[in-house]
C-alpha cells in the first residue's frame, strides 16, 4: 500500500503534545512528569518538544527509580498508531538521509526488545528495503545464537539475537541500532562490543526517540568508537537530560511501597468465570509462512506481503467490532508490536472510531490516578507465554477508565494459551473494563532451522466459494484442488483394478451418486424428521469439547464426512458462546495416516493442544485407531507434541470415544449423500504422481453439480433448531460429562463376530452403522444389508438404496447397531484391508 510515505503520517508524527487522561480525556496543561519531579526532585530538562513527548513514573525496580515514559512509543500509554508509526519512519528517512543511497541499500535495522521492537521495525521501513531484526528474551530450540548482550538498568536483561539466516549480520555494510531511549549509553555500548568481535563494520548508526546521555556519557561512546576504529552516528527525535539528587533511589523504593501498601487490589470486579464467552476471536489468514516480526529477521520480501495482506485483516477486524463504538485500543503482546502496530494503522484508516495502539509489558511500574503522573492505572495478569525465566505478573497500563468501547488483543500464537484465557488472565482483565473484547492471534513464526528437515512452505486452506460451496469462514480446506483431474472409475471396475494391481483405494475416486427424485424426498423428509436431534447431538459434543478439551477449540474435521459436522459445531460455539472458532478440513487415508503436513500447518498456526479431530460418527473404531498411531508417529518425527488424537463425534454406537453428543445409532442426513451434502467436495485422493511430499493430500470440486447441492440447507436446517435444544442440551451435556465414558470398543467385537458368522473372516469388510452402511450402498459392491428388527424408518434410505442395487436385507434380531452392510464376497480380492491394500484370498 505504501501509505507510510503519506505526508500526514509526517504530520500525524508531530501531534504529540497532548498527556493520557484516565478518563479517555485529554488534558494540555499538566505535565505527566510533575507529581516525580514534586516528590523525588527529579529534573526532566530539555524543550517543550521533549516533555511533549516524555513523562515520568517510578519503576518496581531496584536497579533505577524513576521511568521516561514515552508518549509516542506505543507501549505504556496508548497512542494514535499513525503517530507511533510516523515517529519510527521519520527517524528511518533521516537515517536514509544521513547514509546516502549506496550504504542505505546495504544497511541491517537492529532493534531492542521489548519497548523497541516497533520502533526499530518502523525505522526499517523508513529506510526503505533493508532487512530487519530485533533482539528477544525468548529462546527458541534450534536456532543458533548470532550475538547477546545485557541491559543494566532493566529489570531483565538477556537479549538474544536469533536471526533466521545466519548471514543477516554478516555484512560490511551500516548497522542501525535502534532503542527507545539512551540514558547512559550502556546498552549500545554492550551490543556493539559483541557484534564487532564476530561481524566487524566501518560504520553503526544509532537511533532512539530521546537521548538522555551527559556529557561524560557521550564522551565515553566517542572514545569507544575510536577504540574500535568505526564511526558511530546519533539520530534522536528529541534530547535532553534526567537531573537525579542524592539518594533518588531509596526515596523512590520508599514512595513505592507506600503507595503499593494503599493501592486496592486490581483484581477487583473480575468474573470468576473463563471470559471466553465474552470474547471474540477474529481470524485474520495471516499469510502463511509470513513472520510475526523481527524476532528472527524481516526482509523486504516479507514486508511486501505483509503490506499486501494488511488491508484484508483490517477488514475482518472492523467486521468484528460493533457498529457503534467510539474509541478502540489494538493491544500488543510484550515484543509483538510491530504486526499489532501496523493492524491499528490501517484499521485507523477504514472506521470512524479513534483507534489507540499500545502494549503488553513485563516493565513493573507504579501506577498513580494524578493527572502529573505518566501511569494512571495498572492491570496485572500472570505470563501467559510460559516464559523461559519461568511464571511471573505481566501488565497493561493506561486501559481501565480510559473509555475504549472495545479492545482488540494482538498476541502471538504461543501466547494464546490456557493462562490468556484464564479467570485471572489478560482478557478477563480487559473484559471488566470494556464491553467488547476482540482477540485476533498471529501465528508465530518457528524459523525452518527450529525443526530439521522442515518441508517446503505450505499454501493458504483453499475456502469457498472457489473451493466448496461454503461460505469462506465456515471453514478452510488443507487440501490442494485436483478438479481438473479424472478420477472417478464405475465402483465394479474401481474394484477390479484395486484387486489386479494392488492398487490403494485413495487412489481413485467412485463415480458420485446421482439421487433419484425419491432418493432426494427421502432426504429431506430425513432431514425434517431428525434435525432437532441432530442440533442437541452437536450441541452435547461442542459443550463438551469445550468444557473438557479447550476452551477456545481449534475444530480439524476428517474431510469429507466430518466437515458438515465441523461447520455445525463451529455454528453452535458461535450461537450458544460468542465463539468465532478457527474450522479446517483435513485428509486421513486407511493405512496411511492423516497428511502430516496438514499437521505440520496447523503447527505452525496454532497450539496443538487446542486442536480437536471432528468426524461424523463411528463405525468399528478403524478411523479412531488409523489416526492415534498416526499422530503418535507424527510427533515422534517432528519433535511436535500435544495433538490429541480422541475424535469428537456427533454419534458413537461403536463405544469407541470418549467425545460425543450420543451414542444411539441413528440416520444423520449427510450421510445419505455424497458431495452434495459435503460442500460438492469429493472423498481425498493421495496418489504419488498428483501429491508430492510437500503438498497436501488433494481432492476435488464438483462444480457441476451446483444445482443438487443441499449442504448449505442442511447446515441451517440443523442451525434453525439450536433455540429449541438450548436448555435440553445444557442438561444433557452436564449428565454425559459426569457418566463413566470409557470406550469399551464393543463395536469392534460385534464387527469381528459378524465376519466370522458370515464367513466373510475380514473385519475391513463388515460397514457397521447407518453411516457406513450407507457408504458401502453408495461407492462400494455390497452383499448384503443386516437391518436390525423394528429399526423403522431410520432406514428408510438404506432400504430404498439396496433396492435400487438389488442387495437383500436380512433382519437380525440381535445387533448393537442399526444396521450393518457387507461387501461382496465376488469382490474380497478387490476389497481393501487394513492397510488400505488389497485382500488375499
Same mark, same amino acid.
Given at each position: 500500500?505504501?501509505?507510510?510515505?503519506?505526508?500526514?503520517?509526517?504530520?500525524?508524527?508531530?501531534?504529540?503534545?497532548?498527556?493520557?487522561?484516565?478518563?479517555?480525556?485529554?488534558?494540555?496543561?499538566?505535565?505527566?512528569?510533575?507529581?516525580?519531579?514534586?516528590?523525588?526532585?527529579?529534573?526532566?530538562?530539555?524543550?517543550?518538544?521533549?516533555?511533549?513527548?516524555?513523562?515520568?513514573?517510578?519503576?518496581?525496580?531496584?536497579?533505577?527509580?524513576?521511568?521516561?515514559?514515552?508518549?509516542?512509543?506505543?507501549?505504556?500509554?496508548?497512542?494514535?498508531?499513525?503517530?507511533?508509526?510516523?515517529?519510527?519512519?521519520?527517524?528511518?528517512?533521516?537515517?536514509?538521509?544521513?547514509?546516502?543511497?549506496?550504504?542505505?541499500?546495504?544497511?541491517?535495522?537492529?532493534?531492542?526488545?521489548?519497548?523497541?521492537?516497533?520502533?526499530?521495525?518502523?525505522?526499517?521501513?523508513?529506510?526503505?528495503?533493508?532487512?530487519?531484526?530485533?533482539?528477544?528474551?525468548?529462546?527458541?530450540?534450534?536456532?543458533?545464537?548470532?550475538?547477546?548482550?545485557?541491559?543494566?538498568?532493566?529489570?531483565?536483561?538477556?537479549?538474544?539475537?536469533?536471526?533466521?539466516?545466519?548471514?543477516?549480520?554478516?555484512?560490511?555494510?551500516?548497522?542501525?541500532?535502534?532503542?527507545?531511549?539512551?540514558?547512559?549509553?550502556?546498552?549500545?555500548?554492550?551490543?556493539?562490543?559483541?557484534?564487532?568481535?564476530?561481524?566487524?563494520?566501518?560504520?553503526?548508526?544509532?537511533?532512539?526517540?530521546?537521548?538522555?546521555?551527559?556529557?561524560?556519557?557521550?564522551?565515553?561512546?566517542?572514545?569507544?568508537?575510536?577504540?574500535?576504529?568505526?564511526?558511530?552516528?546519533?539520530?534522536?527525535?528529541?534530547?535532553?537530560?534526567?537531573?537525579?539528587?542524592?539518594?533518588?533511589?531509596?526515596?523512590?523504593?520508599?514512595?513505592?511501597?507506600? @503507595?503499593?501498601?494503599?493501592?486496592?487490589?486490581?483484581?477487583?470486579?473480575?468474573?470468576?468465570?473463563?471470559?471466553?464467552?465474552?470474547?471474540?476471536?477474529?481470524?485474520?489468514?495471516?499469510? @502463511?509462512?509470513?513472520?510475526?516480526?523481527?524476532?528472527?529477521?524481516?526482509?523486504?520480501?516479507?514486508?511486501?506481503?505483509?503490506?499486501?495482506?494488511?488491508?484484508?485483516?483490517?477488514?475482518?477486524?472492523?467486521?468484528?467490532?460493533?457498529?457503534?463504538?467510539?474509541?478502540?485500543?489494538?493491544?500488543?503482546?510484550?515484543?509483538?508490536?510491530?504486526?499489532?502496530?501496523?493492524?491499528?494503522?490501517?484499521?485507523?484508516?477504514?472506521?470512524?472510531?479513534?483507534?489507540?495502539?499500545?502494549?503488553?509489558?513485563?516493565?513493573?511500574?507504579?501506577?498513580?490516578?494524578?493527572?502529573?503522573?505518566?501511569?494512571?492505572?495498572?492491570?496485572?495478569?500472570?505470563?501467559?507465554?510460559?516464559?523461559?525465566?519461568?511464571?511471573?505478573?505481566?501488565?497493561?497500563?493506561?486501559?481501565?477508565?480510559?473509555?475504549?468501547?472495545?479492545?482488540?488483543?494482538?498476541?502471538?500464537?504461543?501466547?494464546?494459551?490456557?493462562?490468556?484465557?484464564?479467570?485471572?488472565?489478560?482478557?478477563?482483565?480487559?473484559?471488566?473494563?470494556?464491553?467488547?473484547?476482540?482477540?485476533?492471534?498471529?501465528?508465530?513464526?518457528?524459523?525452518?532451522?527450529?525443526?530439521?528437515?522442515?518441508?517446503?512452505?505450505?499454501?493458504?486452506?483453499?475456502?469457498?466459494?472457489?473451493?466448496?460451496?461454503?461460505?469462506?469462514?465456515?471453514?478452510?480446506?488443507?487440501?490442494?484442488?485436483?478438479?481438473?483431474?479424472?478420477?472417478?472409475?464405475?465402483?465394479?471396475?474401481?474394484?477390479?483394478?484395486?484387486?489386479?494391481?494392488?492398487?490403494?483405494?485413495?487412489?481413485?475416486?467412485?463415480?458420485?451418486?446421482?439421487?433419484?427424485?425419491?432418493?432426494?424426498?427421502?432426504?429431506?423428509?430425513?432431514?425434517?424428521?431428525?434435525?432437532?436431534?441432530?442440533?442437541? &447431538?452437536?450441541?452435547?459434543?461442542?459443550?463438551?469439547?469445550?468444557?473438557?478439551?479447550?476452551?477456545?477449540?481449534?475444530?480439524?474435521?476428517?474431510?469429507?464426512?466430518?466437515?458438515?459436522?465441523?461447520?455445525?459445531?463451529?455454528?453452535?460455539?458461535?450461537?450458544? @458462546?460468542?465463539?468465532?472458532?478457527?474450522?479446517?478440513?483435513?485428509?486421513?487415508?486407511?493405512?496411511?495416516?492423516?497428511?502430516?503436513? &496438514?499437521?505440520?500447518?496447523?503447527?505452525?498456526?496454532?497450539?496443538?493442544?487446542?486442536?480437536?479431530?471432528?468426524?461424523?460418527?463411528?463405525?468399528?473404531?478403524?478411523?479412531?485407531?488409523?489416526?492415534?498411531?498416526?499422530?503418535?508417529?507424527?510427533?515422534?518425527?517432528?519433535?511436535?507434541?500435544?495433538?490429541?488424537?480422541?475424535?469428537?463425534?456427533?454419534?458413537?454406537?461403536?463405544?469407541?470415544?470418549?467425545?460425543?453428543?450420543?451414542?444411539?445409532?441413528?440416520?444423520?442426513?449427510?450421510?445419505?449423500?455424497?458431495?452434495?451434502?459435503?460442500?460438492?467436495?469429493?472423498?481425498?485422493?493421495?496418489?504419488?504422481?498428483?501429491?508430492?511430499?510437500?503438498?497436501?493430500?488433494?481432492?476435488?470440486?464438483?462444480?457441476?453439480?451446483? &444445482?443438487?447441492?443441499?449442504?448449505?440447507?442442511?447446515?441451517?436446517?440443523?442451525?434453525?433448531?439450536?433455540?429449541?435444544?438450548?436448555?435440553?442440551?445444557?442438561?444433557?451435556?452436564?449428565?454425559?460429562?459426569?457418566?463413566?465414558?470409557?470406550?469399551?470398543?464393543?463395536?469392534?467385537?460385534?464387527?469381528?463376530?459378524?465376519?466370522?458368522?458370515?464367513?466373510?473372516?475380514?473385519?475391513?469388510?463388515?460397514?457397521?452403522?447407518?453411516?457406513?452402511?450407507?457408504?458401502?450402498?453408495?461407492?462400494?459392491?455390497?452383499?448384503?444389508?443386516? &437391518?436390525?428388527?423394528?429399526?423403522?424408518?431410520?432406514?428408510?434410505?438404506?432400504?430404498?438404496?439396496?433396492?435400487?442395487?438389488?442387495?437383500?436385507?436380512?433382519?437380525?434380531?440381535?445387533?448393537?447397531?442399526?444396521?450393518?452392510?457387507?461387501? @461382496?464376497?465376488?469382490?474380497?480380492?478387490?476389497?481393501?484391508?487394513?492397510?488400505?491394500?488389497?485382500?488375499?484370498?
Amino acid at each position: 500500500m505504501g501509505r507510510m510515505n503519506d505526508a500526514n503520517d509526517a504530520n500525524d508524527a508531530n501531534d504529540v503534545n497532548t498527556v493520557y487522561e484516565a478518563k479517555g480525556a485529554v488534558n494540555h496543561r499538566v505535565w505527566s512528569g510533575s507529581w516525580v519531579a514534586e516528590r523525588l526532585g527529579v529534573e526532566l530538562a530539555g524543550d517543550e518538544a521533549l516533555t511533549g513527548m516524555l513523562g515520568l513514573a517510578l519503576r518496581r525496580n531496584p536497579k533505577r527509580a524513576h521511568l521516561l515514559v514515552s508518549h509516542v512509543l506505543g507501549k505504556h500509554v496508548p497512542q494514535s498508531p499513525a503517530v507511533v508509526y510516523g515517529h519510527g519512519v521519520t527517524l528511518g528517512r533521516r537515517v536514509a538521509a544521513l547514509l546516502g543511497e549506496a550504504e542505505t541499500a546495504t544497511a541491517v535495522v537492529l532493534g531492542y526488545a521489548e519497548t523497541a521492537t516497533g520502533l526499530g521495525h518502523a525505522v526499517a521501513d523508513g529506510l526503505g528495503a533493508v532487512p530487519y531484526l530485533h533482539s528477544t528474551r525468548r529462546p527458541v530450540a534450534g536456532v543458533a545464537r548470532a550475538g547477546g548482550f545485557e541491559e543494566s538498568h532493566s529489570h531483565a536483561t538477556s537479549h538474544l539475537l536469533l536471526p533466521e539466516d545466519p548471514a543477516l549480520l554478516a555484512g560490511d555494510g551500516p548497522l542501525v541500532l535502534v532503542d527507545d531511549e539512551f540514558s547512559t549509553g550502556n546498552t549500545v555500548l554492550n551490543t556493539i562490543r559483541d557484534l564487532h568481535e564476530r561481524y566487524p563494520r566501518q560504520r553503526y548508526v544509532v537511533v532512539a526517540l530521546v537521548d538522555m546521555r551527559s556529557p561524560a556519557d557521550t564522551a565515553r561512546m566517542e572514545r569507544f568508537a575510536a577504540g574500535i576504529g568505526a564511526r558511530v552516528d546519533l539520530v534522536a527525535a528529541a534530547s535532553g537530560a534526567v537531573r537525579l539528587p542524592e539518594g533518588v533511589l531509596e526515596k523512590g523504593q520508599e514512595l513505592v511501597a507506600r @503507595h503499593e501498601a494503599t493501592r486496592q487490589d486490581e483484581a477487583t470486579g473480575l468474573p470468576s468465570e473463563p471470559p471466553d464467552g465474552r470474547i471474540t476471536r477474529v481470524d485474520l489468514r495471516w499469510p @502463511h509462512r509470513l513472520p510475526d516480526g523481527g524476532r528472527h529477521g524481516f526482509t523486504p520480501a516479507h514486508r511486501a506481503r505483509l503490506e499486501a495482506a494488511l488491508p484484508a485483516m483490517a477488514a475482518r477486524i472492523a467486521e468484528a467490532l460493533p457498529a457503534d463504538a467510539r474509541r478502540v485500543l489494538v493491544l500488543g503482546f510484550e515484543e509483538l508490536m510491530y504486526a499489532p502496530l501496523r493492524l491499528a494503522r490501517e484499521l485507523e484508516q477504514v472506521i470512524p472510531a479513534e483507534v489507540r495502539f499500545s502494549t503488553t509489558t513485563r516493565s513493573p511500574v507504579l501506577a498513580v490516578d494524578d493527572p502529573g503522573y505518566a501511569i494512571r492505572t495498572r492491570l496485572v495478569f500472570p505470563a501467559h507465554d510460559d516464559p523461559a525465566d519461568g511464571p511471573g505478573e505481566r501488565y497493561a497500563y493506561n486501559i481501565a477508565g480510559a473509555g475504549f468501547d472495545a479492545v482488540v488483543a494482538v498476541p502471538d500464537s504461543a501466547a494464546d494459551t490456557p493462562a490468556l484465557h484464564a479467570p485471572d488472565g489478560l482478557l478477563a482483565r480487559l473484559a471488566a473494563h470494556t464491553s467488547h473484547v476482540l482477540l485476533a492471534a498471529v501465528p508465530s513464526y518457528l524459523p525452518a532451522c527450529s525443526s530439521p528437515e522442515r518441508p517446503a512452505m505450505l499454501p493458504e486452506p483453499l475456502r469457498g466459494p472457489a473451493f466448496s460451496s461454503y461460505a469462506p469462514e465456515e471453514v478452510g480446506w488443507l487440501l490442494q484442488d485436483l478438479s481438473d483431474v479424472t478420477l472417478e472409475a464405475p465402483t465394479e471396475e474401481r474394484e477390479e483394478a484395486i484387486q489386479s494391481g494392488g492398487a490403494h483405494y485413495a487412489e481413485s475416486l467412485p463415480v458420485e451418486y446421482q439421487p433419484s427424485e425419491q432418493y432426494q424426498q427421502l432426504f429431506h423428509t430425513a432431514l425434517d424428521a431428525s434435525a432437532a436431534r441432530l442440533a442437541q &447431538a452437536v450441541g452435547v459434543v461442542t459443550e463438551t469439547v469445550i468444557a473438557e478439551r479447550s476452551p477456545r477449540p481449534v475444530l480439524v474435521s476428517l474431510a469429507r464426512a466430518g466437515t458438515p459436522v465441523g461447520v455445525l459445531m463451529r455454528r453452535w460455539a458461535a450461537y450458544r @458462546h460468542g465463539l468465532d472458532l478457527p474450522h479446517y478440513a483435513v485428509s486421513i487415508v486407511r493405512g496411511r495416516g492423516i497428511d502430516a503436513n &496438514a499437521l505440520r500447518w496447523l503447527a505452525d498456526r496454532h497450539d496443538p493442544r487446542d486442536v480437536v479431530f471432528v468426524d461424523g460418527w463411528t463405525g468399528k473404531g478403524a478411523i479412531t485407531r488409523e489416526l492415534a498411531q498416526a499422530v503418535e508417529e507424527f510427533e515422534a518425527r517432528e519433535g511436535v507434541t500435544g495433538f490429541d488424537p480422541e475424535i469428537a463425534v456427533l454419534a458413537d454406537p461403536g463405544s469407541c470415544v470418549r467425545t460425543y453428543g450420543t451414542r444411539e445409532d441413528f440416520l444423520i442426513p449427510s450421510a445419505c449423500l455424497n458431495s452434495t451434502v459435503s460442500g460438492l467436495i469429493s472423498r481425498t485422493v493421495l496418489r504419488a504422481d498428483l501429491v508430492g511430499p510437500d503438498d497436501f493430500h488433494g481432492a476435488k470440486f464438483y462444480r457441476e453439480l451446483a &444445482a443438487a447441492d443441499v449442504s448449505v440447507a442442511f447446515l441451517d436446517a440443523v442451525t434453525a433448531r439450536f433455540p429449541e435444544v438450548a436448555d435440553t442440551v445444557a442438561t444433557a451435556a452436564k449428565e454425559l460429562m459426569a457418566e463413566d465414558r470409557t470406550p469399551t470398543w464393543a463395536g469392534w467385537r460385534a464387527v469381528e463376530r459378524i465376519s466370522e458368522e458370515y464367513g466373510i473372516h475380514d473385519v475391513n469388510l463388515v460397514k457397521p452403522g447407518v453411516g457406513e452402511t450407507t457408504r458401502v450402498l453408495l461407492r462400494r459392491v455390497p452383499w448384503k444389508i443386516l &437391518a436390525r428388527a423394528g429399526a423403522g424408518a431410520d432406514l428408510d434410505h438404506v432400504r430404498l438404496l439396496a433396492g435400487q442395487r438389488g442387495v437383500p436385507v436380512e433382519e437380525v434380531g440381535e445387533l448393537p447397531y442399526s444396521c450393518v452392510g457387507l461387501i @461382496h464376497p465376488k469382490y474380497t480380492r478387490g476389497a481393501t484391508g487394513a492397510d488400505g491394500r488389497a485382500v488375499s484370498v
